[in-house]
């Protein structure tokens, strides 16, 4: 049975594009959801036939209605996975407590080290050699869920933001689409921090 797969985004969608390249029997890009309404991957998405919406924090009364909303959006689409792909939005437990496992998100950083929105700045001003990426389940926190995989990305002598962070998608894209695949077919047992994939 193919898994059905909510990707939510809020940039460019490089990671979305390397999920819907890879859609295959497995899993299946059933919409794709922003938080902003000029968001390149809606593009994407829209480009591939998947269905698309937009639901900007803006447009409800508070935080806690966002989530409520979000939470009933995707869950019309009836996910088995729900896929954080450059999303830029913390979740709140109204959203959390109607797919509890059931969200991942995937970080340019090697976690528990650089969480928050600006890991690859961080990981070069610390001047770390090794730096990469992470797909971890989603919990309340900013980056801190259960990891599921990482991948190393060494730190080159006159890398920038930029340059590293190029280097870093690729791997991410790579680690992603692993991911979603082995959680299509399969499922995940968490005990403590620990994941195990069964």
Same mark, same amino acid.
């Given at each position: 049975m193919t898994a059905r797969v909510v990707v939510l985004v809020s940039g460019t969608g490089t990671l979305l594009q390397a999920l819907l390249?890879?859609? *295959?029997?497995?899993? *299946?890009?059933?919409?794709?959801?922003?938080?902003?309404?000029?968001?390149?991957?809606?593009?994407?998405?829209?480009?591939?036939?998947?269905?698309?919406?937009?639901?900007?924090?803006?447009?409800?009364?508070?935080r806690d209605d966002w989530d409520l909303a979000l939470a009933d959006l995707v869950g019309a689409h009836n996910p088995d996975l729900i896929v954080c792909a450059?999303?830029?939005?913390?979740?709140?437990?109204?959203?959390?407590?109607?797919?509890? &496992?059931?969200?991942?998100?995937?970080?340019?950083?090697l976690l528990p080290s650089f969480p928050g929105a600006h890991g690859v700045r961080d990981a070069i001003a610390y001047g770390v050699g090794v730096t990469g990426c992470t797909v971890h389940v989603v919990d309340g926190g900013v *980056?801190?869920?259960?990891?599921?995989?990482?991948?190393?990305?060494?730190?080159?002598?006159? &890398? &920038?933001?930029?340059?590293?962070?190029?280097?870093?998608k690729v791997e991410e894209r790579l680690l992603l689409v692993d991911i979603v695949r082995r959680l299509s077919v399969g499922g995940i047992r968490i005990t403590g921090r620990r994941v195990t994939f069964t």
């Open positions: 390249d890879a859609s *295959d029997h497995d899993f *299946d890009i059933v919409a794709v959801i922003s938080d902003q309404p000029d968001a390149l991957a809606l593009e994407r998405a829209q480009g591939a036939g998947v269905a698309t919406a937009v639901l900007a924090p803006s447009s409800c009364a508070s450059g999303f830029m939005r913390v979740l709140g437990p109204g959203f959390l407590s109607e797919f509890p &496992d059931r969200i991942i998100n995937s970080h340019p950083a *980056d801190t869920g259960p990891i599921l995989a990482q991948r190393a990305v060494e730190v080159l002598q006159g &890398d &920038d933001e930029s340059s590293l962070h190029e280097r870093i």
